[in-house]
Nanobody
């Protein structure tokens, strides 16, 4: 059983940068994918970015390509989401998720999820 804890959220202005962290307890196995999803107020949960735990291949949602970078530190069991040029539409609770598949672009009830960290981008 994997436990995920997100951190790094906060209130920023449009155009600012922010980096989120996702720390995992226990092991993330080599065949796992890790991803960031987000849920904006009054909107459905959506995929943001995913990374393969082994090899580091990445996939991004079109809405964040060129602005967000997902990365990882295997030794620290940590995944990061570096966000640049933030927009008000990026305001959401950001969740870390892992599962035994890559790319992890669609959520499943069998995945491991964190509790989320709130990012608020003001105009």
């Amino acid at each position: 059983q994997v436990q995920l804890v997100e951190s790094g959220g906060g209130l920023v202005q449009a155009g600012d940068s922010l980096t989120l962290s996702c720390g995992a307890s226990g092991f993330i196995f080599s065949n796992y994918g890790v991803a960031w999803f987000r849920q904006a107020p009054e909107k459905d949960r959506e995929f943001v970015a995913t990374i393969a735990w082994s090899g580091g291949s990445t996939v991004y949602a079109d809405s964040v390509k060129g602005r967000f970078t997902i990365s990882k530190n295997n030794a620290k069991n940590t995944v990061y989401l570096q966000m640049s040029n933030l927009k008000p539409d990026d305001t959401a609770v950001y969740y870390c998720v892992c599962a035994r598949r890559f790319p992890l672009t669609t959520a499943s009830g069998n995945d491991y999820w964190g509790k989320g960290t709130l990012v608020t981008v003001s105009s």
